[in-house]
Structures are given as C-alpha cells and as structure tokens.
C-alpha cells in the first residue's frame, strides 16, 4: 500500500457539551464533554454496551443527542465511516465506488478512474468487476476502506472494523487506517483489541456505563489508568 | 369424449392454427395488462419507496389503506372508471369508455396499490440495513429512493409480476369499462366469461388454458432474468 505523506491540514476540532442520549427511558449515554482535535488517532474502548458505538454516531451526527451539543471550531470537516458489518450495494465492486463519486457530484468522466486507483490502492483491483456481496470479509472491509478513501475525508469514524476479521485481514485494515492517518486524517475508531489499541492509537478514550471515565494519551493509559474499571479492562478482567 | 370437446385439444388446436382472431384478441390482452403494468410502476415504485422512507402524522393510515387496497374488487373500480368516464361523468368529454384506454386505467388502479404496497415493504427493509451507510455519506431521503429501488430489484421483479399477474387474470374492471367489443375490447378473459356463457365450455377452457401458459411463461422467463442475475450479484 502506498503512503503518500502530506502535511496534515488543520482539522476543525469537535467539542461534545454535556451530550447526552436517551431511548425508551433508558440513559445510554450520560452527559458527556470530549474534544477531538489535531490529526490523532484516538481509540475508544471499554466492554461491551458502554457507549463506544453511540458515542461515535453521535459524534459523526447519524444520531441526534437527547440533550447537549454538538460543536464545530469552524466548519464541519469532510466525514466518512466504516462499519463493523459493511454495508455494500447489490452491485460490483466498482460501481459501488462509482457510485459514491456520482453522490460527490464527480464528473462522469473522471469517476471509473478514480475508483479503479482506489481499488487499486486497497489491493481489490482483481475484483472490480466481482459482485461486493459474495467478497470476503476482510475484502468487503477493505471495499468500504475504498469508499471512504474517495470522499478523502478529514475525519474518519470506525465502528470495530476488524472485529469479524482473520489477522491478515487485520493487518490490511490497520495498514489502511494509518495510510489515512499519514494522509492527514483525524481517526476515531472503536476496538475490543488491547494490542491494536497499542499498535494504533495516540490517544485512548474509555468508556463504561455510558460514561467516557479517560481520555489520555496511550502510553499513560495503559501504564497508568485513571479508573478501577479501566485497569481491570486491561488486565483482561470483566467488567460490568 | 369426442376429441372436439377436449379443452385440451382446442387450446393446442387454438395455438397451432394460429388463429387470427385468438391472435388479436391475445395481443389486446398482453398490450392492455403491460401498459397498465408499466404505468402502475412508474407511479407505485416511487410512491412505496417514498412511503418506506418518510416519517409523516397519519402513515400508517395511508399503510393500512393502501395493503386494504390490494383487495379491491376489480368490479367495484370498473365501476368507479365507468362513472368517471361515462358521458354525465367527469371525464366523459374524453369519450374513452367502451376503448382499450379505459381498461388500461381500470387495471393502472387495481395494480398500483399491489405495487406500491409490497414496494413499501421491501424498500423499508432494505432501508433498514442501508439508512446508517447512506446518511453517513450525505443522501437525503430522496437521493436515496433510487439507490434503495435499484438495489432491491430482485424482490421488486417479484412485486412487478405479482401486479401483472393481477391484470392479466381479472375480468370484472376490463368488463365494465371495456365492454367485451368484438375485435376492439375483447380480451382473453372477456372471451372466456362469453364463451361459456353461451355454453361453448371446450372454447373457454382452451382460452384459459392460453391465458395459463402466456403468463406462466412471463413468469419464467422473469424467474430465469432474476436467479441468474442473483446469482452472479450475491
């Protein structure tokens, strides 16, 4: 995979007020204040149903916040996302990468083109013409890692994206995330994984119950947590 | 049995001698039932697609008429189209009852709810699984109601022919509206309800047996298009 280096631009920070999220009666989210800024990797763990996801969708705005907000230093910055299940179009590998150029409003003329370098770059070029569904796991995540590389976004949300994946397939979707990285992307991404956190992230936010308890930096995080729950998460051991 | 009375020897009797009165009378029903298939779609794949995807006050009112819909008698909209286009009617300028027009209309409304409500469906489901990725790249509900139709073509060829399977086998709205004209109005189903009527029953099971085939072979060809197609989409 090829990495160009390019200055990263200055990326307006996003700053969650108090936001908080509620469904059916239930606090899922508690008021919560978090800063994202510069062109860090920022990994959000903890266990299961503490909030990553949430707070994630809500950062990326495909949730609306049942109270606080929202706010941009300047304005809102280009965002892609990939999910932990993609979500690709009944159609080919390509066309679903032209069809993200033809949403973009590229020209016609330019878009098989720029799809057929993405696939390129993403190691998928065999595939153009393979129907998205019937790819592999790890080739559909690297198909969405495509997409999102054409909206060359500044900010690029991941919601566990190897979480399905063998370790080759890890490897490549970790290759990605840093190659948008050099490119000057802000990463925030979701894991399970104490060693890809490690291998990753900048800077390690946890989460449990609905609650973000750290956000610092990753060697601090797992020399020195700053909660119980957080040393007993990286210890391996449960926690509820 | 003599080998005149056998339904089964008359429809093949009927195909073979390429008669040119059952080839017209074919062709009419094929033309009236495609049209008024074509048009429902251009206005119910929309429309379900929209209902799939907007949030209003009194959706689901319009969701419970429209699946209702789906049942309509085929003589009670005959009869609706009779009194808008008989001459004292609305539309009685038009001068299109007794044509094949006004049966196209008749069967436009007895397809588009069947269109429109199994659209609805099987857009929502497919909206469920592709809102997140849709919204996260920019679409707004509009942009998406092409990407969410053309992707959910497989299910919709199905509703696509279970709506003309409904205009081709009803007799009532074509009837009322088109009148059973010899040579003008007269299709399958018509020919089948006059020729028993007057009692010619192996002309009327030849006819239907016809009607059977013609659109059990739509049916597969449509079946063969889709599997293939499916199979090399995933």
Redesign the interface.
Known sequence: MKIETIMPADIARQHLHQVRFEHRGHHLLLPTNVSFSGCRRTLIMGPNGAGKSLLMRLAHGLLRPSGGHIRWEGAPPVQAMVFQRPVLLRRSALDNLTYVLAVQRVPRAQRKAQALNALERFGLAALAKRPARVLSGGEQQRLALARAWLLNPSVLFLDEPTSALDPAAIKAVEDAVNAFHQQGTRIIMTTHDLHQARRLADEVLFMHGGQVLEQSPTEHFFEAPGSPQASAFIRGELVW | MPVSDNPFYTALALILGMDQRLFDIVTLSLQISLIAVLVACLLALPLGAALALWRFPGRNIVIVMLNALMGLPPVVAGLCVYLLLSRAGPLGQWGLLFSPSAMVIAQVILVLPIIAALTRQQVESLHN??D??L?????SPL?MIP?LLW?A?FGLLTVILAGFGRASAEVGAVMIVGGNIDGVTRVMTTSIVLETSKGNLPLALGLGIVLLSLVTLINALAHVVSETAKR???
């Open positions: 699984e592709y997140e990725q919204r996260s790249l920019g679409l942009r990407t992707d073509r090399r989409l995933g």
